[in-house]
């Protein structure tokens, strides 16, 4: 009885694995700080994957099927326990995620290399992942805050600012952004007055405003969340009379900041991963057509990773977890015909016939040697209570 | 007065004596509800601090109510008009909890320490309970202006250097403070229920024997007790913000400020709040500034001029209790409420 029932189960599963789509991980943060954000990115993933399946070009035909995980973005257990599920129960091809550049460690670290499964992430921005021992399993599209801080420096410098106090969630991004940014800061002869970390989720962050304004400097940075520390601190700046202008990053751009504080805020600038090239344009025009909502934060970014994972495995011509690995570099780089978003089909077409591509989709990526992206950022000020762009570097 | 010696004035008033002012009065008036419990009921009611946290959710939720349907209080917050919703809802919760859980440990006489185990498994049922209803997000519910003075226009008012800022919640803190306090203290020593109350905390058998009821006292003490939490609660939340979590995290200062001030005597735990909150305040507060409005420009720091980091901030009160227990255990105050 018991060699039957194994017989059978072994008998189905080669079966399944005959004929079998693609399943595609999306492990990203449905509950937690990000919860808000995430929708949007994942719609813009799962809108690649249906582009593909739709083209009938992928495999001779086959499916590319989503399989979804919650990351929570900061409960490393839950995360990897999600990812083991996905990779040994579900046995999803590769990874698109995880979001939050913590989990998105720990997961790598402990769940996806050690088995042999290529992780995407569209959002781990620490600087961290850059030197993560991942036997080139990991990659992102978003670009590293090692450049944001860069970025923001050049745009702070510009700004004729020379002295700064800079406040950070202390975490992984924000450690890491703080710390690149003060490099680059210092490099190009800027002091920064005090570096000091905040908690999230406090009730009252007045002792901490205290503590920058003592340094008697203008300006004020804050790496944190839009939802959480970094407007509290805002807030209490505000509030003490201690701050009026801020310099922020990517996880302080959101409306619930103006909602919040207001035509306070006119004056400070901020950075966010985007562009405005055309390939950024069609990719709304394509999202919008989907009912998404293509110029939220790393939506792009949140395509561009599924768009990499299936187009390796087209380039591969299986959907092995290795052969996947073996090709994320090749599509996503010159030398080829350039795809930009909306363009799987034709990518597929051009793959199947043994052609070269170089994957540019919605946000121009380019992945250097360790699988990190480069690409652009917008320079945002608040203008009468609205964040414009006003540059990209 | 030089303008030097001003303009450290106010930059001290600003970080460090009208915040510490402003969350003392917070921590006194939990500190009261604590200590009335403890001088009456003889118990440490650990949840205290959820108690406020319940309050002051139904004050938010009666708050969203009145703004939906546009009744506002002008330049007031609107939260103030729903406080006795909060205050009746918490109080309908305390004794619930009393006849449910306290009173079977009451009857039993049971030691204090069973009781106040018990007081932390209302703790988690009440923190349970707010989580679900209202969720453990931060939630907004201030409205109307928003400062009294502010920093801006203190300067160009004035034409220091340093601006002072107060805020609406602030004032409207420390004047609720003292009305609710000067109430408590009229009640205790003037009303027959009071007197009940103070007979019954100074010898229970002996206010029996004089014909106290005690159902009446134990039914007052949790009244008074739970509209002392919902007001310092709505208040807290008005003046910082609301996450059900962060109440859990004042029941330390609160009982620093109860044990501080000398536990079971209201007016140490109102001195003790402000101890507690001006030491947490004015420790963690760098002085590099106001140094160097003072001293001559050969002797001003170089670094913060700061005695303990932000992050210890919770340490303070844990150290003064501490402190307190090593060398004068009764407290600042010592004896029954008086």
Known sequence: MRRSLLASAALAMMASAAHADMKVGVLMGFTGPIESLVPNIVAAAELAMKEATESGAFLGGKKVIPVRGDSTCVDAAAAQAAAERLITSDRVAAIMGADCSGVSIAVANNVAVPNGVVMVSPTATSPAITTLNDRGYFFRTCPSDARQGEVLAMVVTARGIKEIAVTYTNNDYGKGLADSFSNAFEAAGGKVALSAAHEDGKADYAAEVGALAATGVEHLAVFGYVDKGGKGIIQASLDAGAFDRFILADGMVGESLIQAIGEALDGSVATAPGSDSPNAKKFIAAAEKAGIKGDSPFAGEGYDAAALIILAAQAAGSTDRAAIQSKILEVSNAPGERIGPAELGKALELLAAGKAINYQGATDVELNGVGDSSSPYKEYEVREGKFTVVRIH | ?338
């Open chain 2, 1 to 338: 007065m030089p303008v030097d010696l001003v303009n450290a004035l106010v930059l001290l008033a600003n970080f460090v004596v009208v915040p510490a002012i402003a969350y003392g009065s917070q921590i006194a008036l939990g500190a009261l509800g604590v200590t009335l419990v403890y001088g009456i009921l003889r118990f440490a009611n650990f949840s205290h601090g959820d108690l406020m946290a319940f309050g002051t959710m139904v004050v938010i939720l009666a708050t969203w109510q009145l703004q939906s349907r546009g009744v506002s209080l002008g330049l007031l917050p609107t939260a103030l008009l729903a406080l006795p919703a909060g205050a009746a809802a918490t109080i309908i919760v305390s004794l619930a909890a009393d006849r449910t859980v306290f009173r079977f440990y009451r009857l039993k006489r049971s030691a204090p320490m069973v009781m106040s185990i018990a007081s932390v498994g209302v703790m988690f049922v009440l923190n349970g309970v707010v989580r679900i209803i209202i969720g453990p997000d931060d939630r907004s519910f201030s409205d109307g202006a928003r400062y009294l003075i502010n920093a801006r226009e203190f300067r160009s008012l004035t034409g220091l250097e340093e601006g002072l800022s107060v805020r609406v919640s602030q004032a409207l803190t420390v004047a609720v403070a003292v009305v609710a306090v000067s109430a408590l203290f009229w009640f205790l020593q003037r009303t027959r229920a009071g007197k009940a109350m103070r007979a019954y905390s100074d010898n229970e058998d002996l206010a029996l024997l004089s014909g106290v009821e005690p159902d009446r006292v134990v039914r007052m003490t949790w009244i008074i007790a739970a509209s002392l939490a919902a007001t310092a609660g709505t208040l807290y939340g008005l003046d910082k913000s609301f996450q059900p979590f962060t109440y859990l995290q004042l029941l330390l200062p609160m009982f620093a400020a109860a044990i501080v001030g000398g536990i079971g005597q209201p007016l140490g735990a109102i001195a003790g709040g402000f101890l507690v909150a001006f030491s947490e305040i004015a420790l963690t507060y760098p002085y590099r500034k106001f140094l160097r409005y003072l001293l001559p420009e050969e002797l001003h720091p170089d670094g913060l001029a700061q005695l303990l980091s932000t992050d210890y901030k919770l340490s303070v009160s844990f150290v003064i209790l501490v402190v307190v227990l090593l060398w004068r255990p009764t407290g600042l105050f010592r004896g029954r409420i008086a």
